[in-house]
Nanobody, 129 residues
Framework: QVQVVESGGGLVQAGGSLRLSCAAS????????MAWFRQAPGKEREFVAA????????YYADSVKGRFTISRDNAKNTVYLQMNSLKAEDTAVYCC??????????????????????WGQGTQVTVSS
């Protein structure tokens, strides 16, 4: 089992950057696929980005591709979301999520889009236009 806590949200002007962090507890962090989701007011939660346990495979929503980068540091039990060229429509609560992976198994691309087992409380990102 793993617990995750997000940080790094805030208020930024359109065109600016933010880096979100997700710190995870548990000795087996490196065996979890990690992802970021977001939920804007009045909208459903949507997938943003995901990364495999090794960091080799990454996935992005079309709306953030080329602007956001997901990465992880297994030694620090942390996953990051670097957000550049932010737009007003990126305003949302960003949540980190995790689910276990078996190192010897093969996973389809679809696996990384959800569902996820463990969730953080989220961090607010507000982009002013």
């Amino acid at each position: 089992q793993v617990q995750v806590v997000e940080s790094g949200g805030g208020l930024v002007q359109a065109g600016g950057s933010l880096r979100l962090s997700c710190a995870a507890s548990g000795r087996t962090f490196s065996r979890y696929a990690m992802a970021w989701f977001r939920q804007a007011p009045g909208k459903e939660r949507e997938f943003v980005a995901a990364i495999s346990w090794s960091g080799v495979r990454t996935y992005y929503a079309d709306s953030v591709k080329g602007r956001f980068t997901i990465s992880r540091d297994n030694a620090k039990n942390t996953v990051y979301l670097q957000m550049n060229s932010l737009k007003a429509e990126d305003t949302a609560v960003y949540c980190c999520a995790a689910k276990p992976q078996t190192l010897s198994s093969t996973y389809s691309d679809r696996y990384y889009y959800g569902p996820y087992d463990y969730w953080g409380q989220g961090t607010q990102v507000t982009v002013s236009s």
